[in-house]
């Protein structure tokens, strides 16, 4: 193998799961959708491949495949090294170029601009031979801070301050790495108990299971009437009783004054958060519903739809938020995801990221990993959701005490198994030869 490898080609396939047919995901927003990979592939000249993927939900999934297309091809003659010596610049180039006026870091070409720095961090990181979060944990602050665009946050955060930050962390840093190492840095909230197409029976049993499982934190959809929803909670509340936290999701359903008025109902619940109660861009609009809720000790999350650092940076600067639910596909991949942890920990606002989709949870446990170790150093906690982990090589897994585990193949546990293709690859794909998926 080589110690530096060059990128010899790559290929870029659609791959969809059926998962509407189990409700999966369903909320008030999407009644029903199919988890889908924009799935990219780097060869090289060694015995690595660097894969990478951005999510979408089925239908638009060709879109995103055709805008990774039209990125790839730039790094085929490239040296892995040429790369990683200043991700920033890596970073900021991806971004650039005529395809900026399309959409600057925003839409379906940051989508692709994340998948293909997923696919150089993975590329990375099998070449160190450790999984992610590790090589990000051991670099020096130094090396961190060279992952980084500055550019548009340093009235927040300058280079200089990050670096005084990621310093004072390294201190301490050896106490979370033996935490990590022994799968206690991330404990983890349940979503699958809480999809909206799920019947009472289905939600009653999902949740008795998920206590066995450890689980101390829950979330479930909402937005179906003050009286559905209240029924739904004390369904919940009753079963994992009152000390479990609890969070409810209405996936950008309501106007403002509308978010306000409705979970107002619900002060007597013991709620943590209301995620998502409005457009994803109404920085100003979160901050209203955040102030307001403030009296009836509901707080505001959001960020699974946030496209860039900026908005995260806003976010934090209007008070607009009690978690930060960065997505690991919507930001610009890992580098991105960086300065939003520098931003959170600068506010001191817990980073709860979103990973309700499949294989969000494989990237996520490395992104809170590394928020635990190098940056916030203290315990938040990480969404779990229970299907499709089986379609990965190195699928994410939950502790009995309901902690995730931390990962410990080399990569960023981005590569699905090719039995998923041959099956759900969009359109040649078994499944969507089949009259069920042709329908």
């Given at each position: ?164 930050m990621l310093r004072k962390q390294a201190k301490t840093k050896h106490e979370r790495l033996d935490l990590a190492t022994s799968n206690k840095a991330v404990p983890a909230y349940n979503t699958s108990i809480g999809w909206l197409g799920l019947s ?72 943590w958060f209301i995620e998502e109660p409005t457009s994803p861009d109404d920085v100003l609009g979160h901050a209203k519903i955040r102030e307001a809720l403030k009296p009836y000790n509901i ?141």
């Amino acid at each position: 193998m080589p110690a530096d490898p060059t990128i010899t080609g790559f290929t870029v396939r659609d791959l969809r799961w059926p998962t509407s047919l189990d409700n999966i995901g369903s909320d008030p927003m999407n009644l029903a959708g199919e988890n889908a990979f924009g799935y990219l592939q780097f060869q090289t000249d060694g015995e690595h491949i660097g894969t990478g993927w951005s999510f979408s939900n089925g239908q638009g999934n060709d879109v995103l495949c055709a805008a990774i297309r039209s990125l790839a091809p730039r790094y085929v003659g490239r040296k892995l090294s040429s790369l990683t010596a200043n991700m920033a610049e890596t970073q900021r180039k991806c971004v650039s170029g005529q395809v900026r006026f399309m959409s600057p870091e925003r839409g379906v070409l940051q989508l692709a601009c994340c998948a293909v720095l997923n696919a150089l961090w993975d590329l990375w990181a099998k070449v160190e031979g450790k999984p992610l979060w590790r090589l990000v944990s051991d670099f020096t602050p130094e090396e961190f801070v060279r992952c980084i665009d500055f550019r548009y946050i340093t009235d927040e955060i300058t280079p200089e301050q990050a670096l005084e930050m990621l310093r004072k962390q390294a201190k301490t840093k050896h106490e979370r790495l033996d935490l990590a190492t022994s799968n206690k840095a991330v404990p983890a909230y349940n979503t699958s108990i809480g999809w909206l197409g799920l019947s009472d029976d289905q939600v009653r049993e999902g949740l008795k299971k998920a206590v066995t499982q450890g689980f101390k934190h829950f979330k479930i959809k909402g937005a179906q009437g003050v009286e559905a929803d209240r029924k739904r909670l004390s369904l919940v509340r009753e079963i994992v009783g009152p000390s479990a936290v609890l969070m409810v999701d209405v996936n950008q359903i309501w106007d403002v004054d509308e978010a306000i008025t409705y979970m107002k109902n619900f002060s007597d619940l013991g709620l943590w958060f209301i995620e998502e109660p409005t457009s994803p861009d109404d920085v100003l609009g979160h901050a209203k519903i955040r102030e307001a809720l403030k009296p009836y000790n509901i707080g505001v999350a959001t960020g699974e739809h946030v496209n860039n650092r900026v908005m995260f940076k806003q976010l934090l600067q209007a008070n607009a938020l009690d978690a930060v639910q960065l997505d690991a596909c919507r930001l610009c991949s890992v580098n991105e995801i960086l300065s939003v942890l520098l931003l959170a920990a600068k506010f001191n606002v817990p980073v709860v990221p979103h990973s309700g989709g499949a294989g969000m949870v494989e990237l996520c446990s490395h992104i809170s990993t590394i928020d635990f170790v190098c940056v916030s150093g203290k315990e938040s906690i990480l969404e779990y959701t229970d299907h499709l982990h089986e379609a990965f090589v190195a699928p994410a897994k939950i502790t009995d005490n309901g902690y995730h585990v931390s990962p410990t193949v080399p990569g960023y546990s981005c590569d699905v198994k090719e039995a998923e293709f041959e099956k759900f690859e969009a359109s040649a794909g078994s499944f969507w030869q089949a009259e069920q998926g042709r329908r």
